[in-house]
């Protein structure tokens, strides 16, 4: 199974800072196709999990482009450029290359 | 609207049997990449089953040969039957679409 690393953990970040979430898998994510087969989730407190960022760059539907994604390979980024407050909660990334899919263990946003 | 709405859950008795329903609507169920992902209690995000549109289906080794994806296209609705069911499969269900949304959860309990 490919193994998912996130770093930091958890981070607190001052409203109006940048913030960045760093994604590590144990294989290459890249498809045959060309893509790097990554996805970034956020789970707010109390809520279900929001797809923030597909194929390591595309935000999904409605996500503001204060979220980034980026990398390739193994190692992959989250960033935001300006964190608000309505961003705390939970962020993880996902391998989708291989079955099973797995999830980092998770990286906790707190607002300073 | 695409929403995602679960249900099924409740409280089992170890080796018992449930089924979780995952109701869409906005989009064709049958025309996605649909998964089912847990979350133990104070836990991370666990992928467990998808279906592809071509209908292959594929499982976590924690739950393959106890756990069955399917779908029903007259009725736009995911399914995931659960068999044999051990204590360690607590946790709240997600169904989602590969793109989202994510559905609200339903909570599977196993206990005696």
């Not at chain 1, 981070?11 to 990554?38: D, K």
């Not at chain 1, 992959?76 to 608000?84: A, D, G, P, Y």
């Not at chain 1, 309505?86 to 999830?103: I, K, N, R």
């Not at chain 2, 929403?3 to 989009?27: D, I, M, W």
Request: with cysteine; net charge neutral.
């Amino acid at each position: 199974d490919i193994v998912m690393t996130q770093s930091p953990l958890s981070l607190s970040v001052t409203p109006g800072e940048p913030a960045s979430i760093s994604c590590r898998s144990s294989q290459s994510l890249l498809h045959s196709g060309g893509y790097n087969s990554l996805e970034w989730f956020l789970q707010k407190p109390g809520q279900s999990p929001l797809l923030l960022i597909h194929l390591t760059s595309n935000r999904a539907s409605g996500v503001p482009d204060r979220f980034s994604g980026s990398g390739s390979g193994t190692d992959f980024t989250l960033k935001i450029n300006r964190v608000e407050a309505e961003d705390v909660g939970v962020y993880y990334c996902m391998q989708g290359l291989q079955t099973p899919h797995t999830f980092g263990q998770g990286t906790k946003l707190e607002i300073k | 609207e695409v929403q995602l709405v679960e249900s099924g859950g409740g409280l089992v008795q170890p080796g018992g049997s449930l089924r979780l329903s995952c109701a869409a609507s906005g989009f064709t169920v049958s025309n996605n990449y649909m998964k089912w992902v847990r979350q133990a209690p104070g836990k991370g995000l666990e992928w467990v089953s998808l279906i592809y549109s071509g209908g292959s289906t594929y499982y976590a080794d924690s739950v393959k040969g106890r756990f069955t994806i399917s779908r029903d296209s007259s009725k736009n609705t995911l399914f995931l039957q659960m068999n044999t069911l051990k204590t360690e499969d607590t946790a709240v269900y997600y169904c989602a679409r590969d793109v989202g949304p994510w559905g609200q959860g339903t909570l599977v309990t196993v206990s005696s």
